[in-house]
């Protein structure tokens, strides 16, 4: 896997947008950013996937830069139980073996504040 | 999670002592994963499992074996638990070409004492 780059931490107002880049510079052609995210004590949380084209769905939106080196999670109106670590991870989508394993960061530590 | 079901959810034990952690699913998904979480190294892949009866080591596998005889249930085990084996441990599962990535349980914190 693509290594990536999260900064440690962020904060965000409750009710604004939170806007969380990754690098993954040596991101491959057949690699996607999947981003997940966890919550205090509680098991990794899959947000949204994506290869080259921005998506969105009822969680979160992905912005990937044209030449996919880098890509911005945002969560539109964060709340507090936004708050959790958010990873950022890159891998091939589809697979067996050793290419079909989600090998996490540090992510970044999001605190959603009132 | 729904579909995904870790046992016990908290256990002390001895130095020494065998230990297996279960991991039930109802997904009928092919691939299984063992995750230890540390403070200050995030997520581990363990070992994992590709289907039944086929495991292949993950990053930090030495002190830990699985096994995998039927599609829902994948355990680990701690053949003689050490100090260094209290985490908290997730199971995850996963099916190619799905969408949604990989679906975790809720943990097991295990406590070696």
């Known amino acids: 896997d693509a290594k990536t780059t999260q900064p440690p931490s962020m904060d965000c107002a409750e009710g604004r947008a939170a806007n969380l880049p990754c690098n993954h510079s040596?991101?491959?052609?057949?690699?996607?950013v999947y981003w997940y995210r966890q919550i205090h004590s509680q098991g990794p949380q899959y947000i949204i996937h994506?290869?080259?084209n921005n998506e969105t769905n009822e969680m979160a939106s992905l912005i990937i830069t044209e030449d996919r080196k880098s890509s911005t999670l945002i969560l539109p109106h964060a709340t507090l139980r936004d708050t959790a670590v958010y990873y950022c991870?890159?891998?091939?989508?589809?697979?067996?073996?050793?290419?079909?394993?989600?090998?996490f960061g540090k992510g970044t530590l999001l605190t959603v504040n009132p | 999670d729904a579909g995904i079901t870790q046992s016990p959810r908290h256990k002390v034990t001895e130095t020494g002592t065998p230990v297996t952690l279960r991991c039930h699913q109802t997904?009928?998904?092919?691939?299984m994963y063992w995750y230890r979480q540390d403070p200050g190294h995030g997520l581990r892949l363990i070992h994992y499992?590709?289907?039944?009866?086929?495991?292949d080591k993950g990053e930090v596998s030495d002190g830990y074996s699985v096994s995998r005889s039927k599609t829902e249930d994948f355990l680990l085990t701690l053949e003689s638990a050490t100090s260094s084996q209290t985490s908290v441990y997730f199971c995850?599962?996963?099916?190619?070409?799905?969408?949604?990535?990989?679906?975790f349980g809720s943990g097991t914190r295990l406590t070696v004492v």
């Open positions: 997904e009928n998904h092919r691939y």
């Open positions: 040596t991101i491959s052609g057949n690699e996607y």
């Open positions: 995850a599962i996963s099916e190619p070409r799905t969408v949604d990535g990989y679906t």
């Open positions: 994506g290869l080259k």
């Open positions: 499992s590709y289907g039944v009866k086929d495991t």
């Open positions: 991870i890159v891998r091939v989508r589809e697979g067996g073996g050793s290419n079909y394993k989600l090998t």
